[in-house]
């Protein structure tokens, strides 16, 4: 398990005290499921400097899945013009608390980012305490440059699932229970409701605490093991488009275990007709 020093996550107090360092980059990932729109919401308020993270347009225009992963080079450029290069000291949170953000994170150090933390509990935590808040007119960042440095063997595709569902790796669904269980429709249209064959499910609101911060220590290792995964095994996380895919992938990250993300997920999966589903 991480020590402070090096979690994947930062509190409140510690980003806190380093506002003004020449070398943060705050990074705004707000995304909601429902279509609302984050970018208003970042105009309106948001942690002092911060940029915003568009993940529906920060992605893969091409795919017909939503906000699959970009090209190194387009999400390089994406980053240089807000000003966020691949060495700085980079803090993603969202306007939930702990949602998207963990999905940019993940995004960042795949894409070669060296320092990228996820701030606990986001802007609900952040607010609820008082901390400085900008709102209105958004100042001008200078651009930047972002070396890609693609860690590919971090994201699978459906036919390295396929063979992890055989027994290769444990497939982790961060999906409510009843749309993992096929009682709820999915959200997106054409997309059948179930779950892979052999799946797990650990919905990710298990890793959290009631403040929307992450649970750590025996705490967090528990919430893995009574949903059936042993985090010493190899595991792919997914979920219904790869966003809260993300937060078990932190989740494991907190506790020192590396993990593959499938960027699909059951939007991909749940999509296709060569796909075998499970309900129940």
């Not at 400097?49 to 091409?62: H, R, T």
């Not at 569902?165 to 709820?184: C, T, W, Y």
């Amino acid at each position: 398990m991480h020590t402070p020093s090096d979690s994947p996550l930062i509190s409140t107090s510690a980003l806190a005290a380093r506002l003004g360092a020449p070398d943060l980059r705050i990074i705004d990932a707000s995304w909601w499921l429902d279509g609302r729109d984050a970018r208003a919401d970042f105009e309106a308020e948001r942690l002092p400097g911060a940029v915003f993270f568009d993940l529906e347009a920060i992605s893969d225009q091409g795919s017909p899945y939503p906000h699959m992963l970009p090209t190194p080079e387009a999400f390089a450029e994406a980053m240089g013009a807000l000003g966020v290069s691949d060495s700085d000291d980079i803090v993603v949170y969202d306007a939930q608390g702990l949602f998207s953000a963990a999905r940019v994170w993940w995004t960042l150090r795949i894409m070669g980012a060296t320092r990228v933390r996820v701030l606990d509990g986001g802007l609900p935590k952040w607010r609820a305490e008082g901390r400085p808040l900008e709102h209105g007119g958004i100042a001008a960042r200078d651009a930047s440059t972002f070396r890609p440095a693609f860690a590919a063997t971090n994201v699978v595709d459906l036919d390295q699932v396929r063979q992890a569902l055989g027994g290769k790796a444990q497939v982790v669904d961060a999906r409510g229970a009843p749309r993992f269980r096929g009682e709820a429709a999915e959200p997106r249209a054409g997309v059948r409701s179930g779950h892979m064959p052999g799946a797990l499910n650990l919905p990710f609101g298990q890793l959290l605490n009631a403040d929307g911060t992450m649970k750590r220590g025996a705490g967090l290792v528990a919430a893995f093991r009574d949903a059936g995964v042993d985090p010493d095994r190899p595991v792919i996380t997914s979920c219904g488009s790869g966003v809260t895919a993300a937060i078990l992938t932190l989740g494991l990250a907190e506790l020192g275990r590396s993990s593959r993300l499938y960027d699909g997920s059951w939007a991909e999966w749940g999509a296709r007709e060569d796909t075998s589903v499970e309900v129940g």
